[in-house]
């Protein structure tokens, strides 16, 4: 301020102003980007240590299954993105069937296979 003219310091204070909120503004959707990317990476690591945890565990531990289902999709609850939040909830359903059919498949593949096979074959 000292160094602006006094007659120029009314017009300088009014662009600075100016600046100042264009400057606020590109940085809370910078940040706003930051925290989606966080979101996501973050998601995306919890979510393929649930679905490796499905599908090494047994298929028939429902308890487990619906806890580690339910962990998943309070997590999901907590996104920011009301989009990105949806698309998660419907991958996250289908990774934990994929990752429980995984599971059904490694403990019996042949009544896995008859299991399976009679849900395709029922439609």
């Known amino acids: 301020m000292a160094k602006v003219p006094e007659g120029e310091r009314a017009n300088f204070l009014a662009q600075k102003q100016a600046l100042r909120l264009a400057g606020s503004a590109r940085m809370a959707a910078q940040q706003h980007a930051r925290r989606q990317n966080y979101e996501q990476a973050e998601w995306s690591k919890v979510e393929d240590g649930y679905t490796s ?9 429902t308890e487990t299954f ?8 309070e997590l999901i609850g907590k996104m920011g993105n009301p989009v990105a939040r949806q698309a998660a909830e419907a991958a996250w359903r289908a990774n934990t069937a994929k990752a429980l059919a995984q599971a059904m498949i ?18």
């Open 53 to 61: 945890a499905i599908a090494q565990s047994d298929p028939d531990d």
């Open 66 to 73: 619906d806890a580690i289902r339910q962990s998943g999709l």
């Open 106 to 123: 490694a403990k019996d593949p042949k009544g896995a296979a008859e299991v399976l096979g009679g849900a395709v074959g029922s439609d």
